[in-house]
């Protein structure tokens, strides 16, 4: 047991450590009350704008996030902003502000409620949006999985099923064939992290299930998903215009105690299941999905972004015993 006794020694006396070189140069915090701005300057080449989600704004859409409301009993989308309707009124306040660039999501599920099933209407208003948009200067960002899905892909099996990859892609294939000459900024998808932590790990979105092992699945396949869309839209006529990427959040994981190891280690481990593993798939065509072991060659994956879309909200300040539901 000797060991073990040298191994306690060790830790309480880096903790020791730690906590002295904390107490002597404590982790800085900014406030910004204290922080002149005045004299903040943005480059001349800056670009301005804002951005939505299919699902938060347009109204009735009948989605697999629509299914997860009525059967857990939650808060309905309903109307939302009834911004299908409105969307004229909508890009009058959009060029109101003087931005010049405006991303949004298109709702699959609308413009295939129906497997093979194509909505023309969809897809035409969609195309009008854009093409009003340009009048008013203002530059589409488009992204073409945020979130949302068809009920029937979903009852399929979803991002859980490698097979049903190939559905995804050619709804991608048909948006940009309709509208690629029209847009420049693709988005693949939007923060796949978000959704398989949410959904197949706290079981805050839909399916709303717990299991590491579906987590695994659906973070594989939606790189494996990332990666088939952008080389196929790559492939296409205006592929080679357009500029094309995937879109990660970015958390902190500081640890809540700065002089406690495990704190830290708790940290680190956050940060690779949340952060790193994505881009780093993104950078080497190996993917190690979030609790895995051992990465996975996927084939397409290496330098498939034009760009990474980094949205940031917070930083997280970690223990081992986070909890593991949402407010």
Not at 20 to 49: H, M, Q, Y
Not at 156 to 165: A, H, K, L, M, T
Not at 179 to 203: D, H, Q
Not at 237 to 260: E, H, Q, S, T
Request: proline residues 4%.
């Amino acid at each position: 047991m000797e060991w073990l006794l040298y191994g306690v020694i060790l830790v309480a006396i880096y903790s020791f450590v730690v906590w002295i070189l904390c107490k002597i140069n404590p982790e800085s915090r900014i406030f910004w009350e204290n922080i002149d701005t005045t004299d903040v300057e943005f480059p001349r080449d800056f670009a301005w704008g804002v951005a939505t989600a299919s699902h938060q704004i347009e109204g009735n859409n009948r989605n697999n996030w629509s299914q997860f409301e009525d059967a857990k009993d939650l808060q309905r989308s309903a109307n939302a902003c009834e911004h299908w309707g409105r969307w004229k009124d909508d890009f009058d306040l959009i060029e109101n502000l003087g931005v010049g660039h405006y991303r949004f999501s298109l709702e699959w599920s609308r413009i295939e409620p129906d497997e093979g099933n194509w909505n023309l209407d969809a897809i035409s208003q969609y195309g009008d949006m854009i093409d009003d948009l340009l009048r008013r200067n203002i530059e589409p960002m488009v992204t073409l999985h945020h979130f949302t899905h068809p009920i029937w892909f979903q009852d399929r099996g979803g991002f859980e099923v490698e097979q049903n990859i190939g559905f995804w892609v050619r709804f991608c294939e048909k948006m940009f064939e309709n509208l690629g000459g029209r847009v420049k900024w693709w988005c693949t998808i939007n923060e796949p992290a978000v959704f398989t932590s949410m959904g197949y790990i706290l079981g805050e979105f839909p399916p709303g299930e717990r299991s590491f092992k579906k987590t695994r699945a659906v973070s594989t396949n939606m790189m494996r998903a990332h990666a088939r869309c952008y080389n196929r839209l790559k492939s296409m006529p205006n592929g080679d215009l357009a500029c094309i990427g995937f879109v990660k959040n970015i958390n902190i994981f500081d640890p809540y105690r700065r002089w406690n190891i495990f704190h830290w280690l708790q940290a680190k481990l956050l940060d690779e299941m949340f952060n790193r593993c994505w881009l780093r798939g993104l950078m080497t065509g190996k993917f190690r999905a979030p609790s895995s072991l051992l990465s996975k060659k996927i084939i397409g994956l290496k330098d498939s972004s034009d760009f990474i879309g980094v949205n940031y909200y917070t930083h997280l300040l970690t223990t081992p015993f986070m909890p593991t539901t949402v407010d």
